[in-house]
């Protein structure tokens, strides 16, 4: 792990993460040292990882290349994993889209999302990933509707996701 990193760890700041964003758009090496990390085995440095690589491909624009995002992916499929990685990888996914192999997994990943309710935030990114999922495939609208219904408002992002939802079922089947 490089001192950047251990840095990061030891002490979290925005210019931490804007140096190690700014070191991983020009050095390949280390853009996979944050993919590795965030594959981790200790919780501390895969949440970071997911913070520093949300900023990098979402808040700065960059991207990441399909078998880095595949790999995030498939970190987001874990069953349980912290808050903070779920919800970099909820915020990648409403910017850089989901690949087509992965849509019915995170379909029923995100349904459980808010089943469960992990957190607010989780709650509120899932509703959204969900709303774009049932634009593509209007079928999945009469299970949803009913679900989105049952959703309690519980925050102001919840009900707007909720509110987006049924906004987009509206649209899809009219009444």
């Known amino acids: 792990?490089?001192?950047?990193?251990?840095?990061?760890?030891?002490?979290?700041?925005?210019?931490?993460?804007?140096?190690?964003?700014?070191?991983?758009?020009?050095?390949?090496?280390?853009?996979n040292e944050a993919i590795g990390l965030l594959e981790d085995t200790d919780i501390r440095y895969r949440s970071v990882a997911a913070w520093v690589l949300k900023t990098y491909a979402v808040d700065k624009k960059c991207?990441?290349?399909?078998d880095h995002w595949k790999r995030v992916l498939k970190r987001f499929m874990e069953e349980r994993e912290s808050d903070m990685v779920t919800r970099s990888a909820l915020q990648m996914m409403l910017r850089l889209g989901i690949p087509e192999e992965y849509e019915g997994s995170i379909y029923d990943r995100c349904m459980?999302?808010?089943?469960?309710?992990?957190?607010?935030?989780?709650?509120?990114?899932?509703?959204?990933?969900?709303?774009?999922?049932?634009?593509?495939y209007p079928d999945l609208g009469h299970?949803?509707?009913?679900?989105?219904?049952?959703?309690?408002?519980?925050s102001p992002?919840?009900?707007?996701?909720?509110?987006?939802?049924?906004?987009?079922?509206d649209t899809l089947q009219p009444n």
């Open 112 to 136: 459980e999302n808010v089943r469960s309710k992990p957190s607010i935030a989780v709650t509120a990114f899932s509703i959204r990933i969900l709303n774009q999922m049932v634009s593509k």
């Open 63 to 66: 991207g990441l290349s399909p």
């Open 1 to 31: 792990m490089s001192d950047e990193w251990r840095a990061l760890h030891e002490r979290l700041s925005k210019n931490t993460v804007e140096r190690l964003c700014s070191r991983m758009k020009y050095n390949p090496d280390a853009l």
């Open 157 to 169: 992002g919840v009900r707007v996701a909720k509110r987006d939802g049924l906004r987009i079922l």
């Open 143 to 154: 299970e949803y509707r009913d679900f989105l219904e049952s959703v309690p408002d519980e």
